[in-house]
């Protein structure tokens, strides 16, 4: 049963989504942010790229707005950041069919792999590492290679969240999949706060556009 919340925002953000691909867009820059991971498994290292989008959520103030959209099989907020909005997904396919679900949502709201978010998981990164990563290949990712096989494109900016490679390879589907450890979950609060930092400074660089100087 979904929460009240979800509920009531429900049949707006499904006006609000069928509304964009009939209308012009609004004044704004728009951009479409996807956490991926694996619906059910909030708490696993795997899945951090939908803890950041809580906290970014959070940070834009509609964490009680997500609502579920069964074009795309995913749960959406829309936020607005200056006069750009931003359109928040978090799949509800598994990891490997990410790609589905933010492909959808991308046609449906008019975006271009250009303006396309993914924010993942990265193995050889330490956890407290960050990187924004502007395109490329998916290194491994079955999650970024969904995305870029259902988009037809490698152009999408990614933020990459370390969660540390274990030492031995056959304990990595373990670790992938395996809950943080208490340890690190005191490391993870200032970490998503620094990732919603990231995005957000790096969204409001691109909606300002080129400068307009010489």
């Known amino acids: 049963?979904?929460?009240?919340?979800?509920l009531r925002a429900g049949p707006w953000l499904s006006w609000a989504v069928s509304r964009c691909g009939l209308e012009p867009r609004p004044p704004g820059k728009r951009w479409l942010v996807a956490g991926l991971g694996n619906p059910g498994m909030p708490r696993t290292r795997h899945s951090v790229g939908?803890?950041?989008?809580?906290?970014?959520?959070?940070?834009?103030?509609?964490?009680?707005?997500?609502?579920r959209d069964r074009r795309c099989a995913a749960d959406l907020a829309?936020?607005?950041?200056?006069?750009?909005?931003?359109?928040?997904?978090?799949?509800?396919?598994?990891?490997?069919?990410?790609g589905r679900s933010v492909a959808r949502a991308a046609?449906?709201?008019?975006?271009?792999?250009?303006?396309?978010y993914l924010v993942h998981d990265e193995l050889d990164k330490p956890?407290?590492?960050?990187?924004?990563?502007?395109?490329?290949?998916?290194?491994g990712h079955?999650?970024?290679?969904?995305?870029?096989?259902?988009?037809n494109s490698n152009a999408m900016p990614r933020l990459r969240v370390g969660i540390g490679r274990p030492?031995?390879?056959?304990?990595?589907?373990?670790?992938v999949l395996g809950c943080f450890s208490p340890t690190e979950q005191e490391l993870l609060p200032p970490l998503l706060e620094r990732a919603a930092d990231l995005l957000l400074d790096h969204i409001r660089e691109r909606s300002r556009g080129p400068s307009s100087g010489p």
């Open 50 to 67: 939908m803890a950041v989008l809580g906290q970014l959520a959070r940070r834009l103030g509609v964490a009680e707005s997500w609502a």
């Open 142 to 151: 079955n999650g970024v290679r969904s995305c870029i096989s259902c988009l």
């Open 167 to 175: 030492p031995h390879p056959d304990a990595v589907q373990a670790h």
């Open 78 to 98: 829309l936020a607005s950041l200056g006069d750009a909005q931003l359109v928040l997904l978090r799949p509800r396919r598994l990891m490997n069919a990410n």
């Open 127 to 139: 956890l407290g590492k960050l990187a924004l990563k502007l395109g490329g290949s998916a290194r």
């Open 1 to 6: 049963m979904q929460p009240p919340g979800l």
């Open 107 to 116: 046609e449906l709201f008019g975006l271009t792999a250009e303006e396309v």
